[in-house]
């Protein structure tokens, strides 16, 4: 039989020094968010690291960014703007003020109040998550973990990363002084997931609901008024694999609705009836339906991604993702297809895809960003290519094809002229730059295939108009 703790017993005596500890280490880190004097450090400044340490300081806080890239660190320190779609005012701001510094030295993360992680979460070869760089960046903060800070991951994951991956990691590294140094006692833990949406216009890092979920209470509290200083509202939940799980569950969401739409389209499209009337005319509906629009595939670090996240993370409860699997096989189909109708039109004027000059309109893979990763245009260009089309590209904000994992050539973006435009047999619009002067197009181009509907109001100038 058990003996029965009493307030007095060696157990429960030593709770509660654990329990004063603690309250007294959360009270002063409280304090300093509260009141702004806290240091956040920020590891990883990308599309999501960068415009998140611009509104932390903008907060009021002094931030600390760690990237491993020296040529982001030299770009910062001379106010270069490197992710354009975010403008250059940010940039400037941060490189002139005295509370904005980066770094490639992880030795000073010990300087920081807070921790967020911000690194990519890539799939692997086969699918399966690549957690080498959260991992890695757990075992950085571990290195130099001391009493007193807040740890929270950001970067996109499935749900129980935050508990069972992230802080073993970060626990593994510490140095032997620190061992001694308990989760939830002398430092926290919590997930708060990026909304971040490159390139939007209607809603910034500040304006867009932060949801927080930590490794327990005081984790949460901690992160929650931390962000609230930088962003309008923080919605706290009650785990952090329930923050976790909401992020995976809002990119799967999306994932699976444009997969139906584009599914939609190939369905209707051989009726003759065109998909994107019908979802405008769907829309007209108050309730109970959003809009979503078929493109010519999926791209970016997200959508493509992140619900594979979960289909690995099902397998070991032994459940099966079965929406996200086909939703997948939909949307990796979509650059087949516009292919396809490429060449149904070319027949229909009496050519070949073979020798065919082919121009794509738009390399990154959604409009007004300049970023390439995953995006369906390069797949396109390959497919084009591999059955002997001759294809160049026209991308404002892509000057050059930059280097991809799976598509490497040499090729940079083509000018626009009436005189250009005519001489390819066929335009392919695979994204709608607001920059790219579709009129023209739609003017002296011969034949257009649109994969965005990108030339609505604009037929019957001139061009061939062919929606895929
Ligand atoms: N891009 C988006 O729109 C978006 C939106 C929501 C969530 N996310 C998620 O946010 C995370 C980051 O994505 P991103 O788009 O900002 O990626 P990114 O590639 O733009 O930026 C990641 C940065 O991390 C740096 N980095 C890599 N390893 C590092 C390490 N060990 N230490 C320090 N820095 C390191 C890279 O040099 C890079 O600058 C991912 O999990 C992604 O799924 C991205």
């Excluded at 973990?145 to 626990?171: C, F, H, N, W």
């Excluded at 510490?174 to 002398?186: I, M």
């Excluded at 708060?192 to 216009?201: L, M, Q, T």
């Excluded at 297809?337 to 082919?358: I, Q």
Aim: negative net charge.
């Amino acid at each position: 039989m058990h003996a029965i703790p009493t307030a007095t017993s060696p157990r429960m005596m030593q709770a509660n020094r654990s329990e004063a500890a603690a309250m007294d280490t959360f009270e002063t880190l409280l304090s300093k968010f509260r009141e702004g004097t806290a240091l956040i450090g920020v590891i990883g400044l990308g599309y999501v690291g960068l415009p998140l340490a611009h509104t932390l300081h903008k907060g009021g806080f002094k931030v600390l960014g760690f990237d491993i890239d020296p040529a982001k660190m030299e770009a910062l320190a001379k106010g270069e703007n490197y992710l354009k779609h975010l403008g250059a005012e940010l940039t400037t701001d941060l490189s002139r003020s005295d509370r904005f510094e980066a770094t490639t030295d992880f030795s000073r993360l010990g300087e920081a109040d807070a921790i967020i992680i911000c690194v990519p979460t890539p799939l692997g070869k086969h699918q399966e998550p690549d957690m080498s760089y959260v991992l890695n960046s757990a075992r950085d903060i571990g290195r130099t973990l001391r009493k007193g800070q807040l740890i929270v991951l950001e970067s996109t994951t499935y749900p129980g990363t935050t508990r069972d991956d992230m802080l073993p990691a970060m626990l593994a590294a510490r140095p032997q002084d620190a061992t001694t140094l308990e989760q939830g006692v002398d430092f926290f833990v919590a997930f708060s997931p990026e909304r971040e949406d490159p390139g939007r216009k209607t809603h910034t890092t500040r304006t867009t609901p932060k949801l927080v979920g930590g490794l327990e209470p005081r984790a949460t509290e901690l992160a929650a008024v931390m962000y609230e200083r930088g962003i309008d509202r923080v919605v706290r939940v009650s785990t952090a694999e329930v923050a976790e799980a909401a992020k995976i569950l809002e990119n799967t969401f999306r994932a699976v609705n444009i997969a139906l739409v584009n599914e939609l389209k190939l369905v209707l499209t051989p009726m003759g009836i065109d998909v994107w009337e019908v979802i405008e005319a769907a829309s007209t509906k108050p309730f109970g339906y959003m809009p979503f629009w078929p493109g010519p595939g999926l791209g970016g670090h997200c959508i493509p991604i992140d619900p594979f996240y979960l289909t690995w993370k099902a397998r070991e409860v032994g459940q099966y993702t079965r929406f996200i699997e086909l939703a997948g096989e939909i949307n990796t189909r979509m650059p087949h297809y516009v292919v396809d109708r490429v060449s149904h039109a070319l027949n229909e004027d009496g050519k070949a895809v073979r020798g065919a000059k082919v121009l794509v309109v738009g390399l990154a893979y959604k409009p007004n960003v300049d970023d390439v990763r995953e995006t369906p245009a390069a797949e396109i260009i390959d497919l084009l290519s591999d059955v002997g089309a001759d294809v160049e590209y026209h991308d404002p904000l892509v000057p050059r094809f930059p280097h991809m994992r799976r598509h490497k050539r040499d090729m940079s973006s083509v000018d626009l002229s009436p005189g250009g435009l005519a001489a390819y047999d066929c335009v392919v619009i695979v994204t709608n730059h607001d920059c790219v002067d579709h009129r023209a197009i739609a003017t002296h181009a011969r034949l257009v295939v649109d994969t965005r509907n990108a030339l609505k109001g604009l037929h019957g100038l001139g061009a061939r108009i062919v929606k895929a």
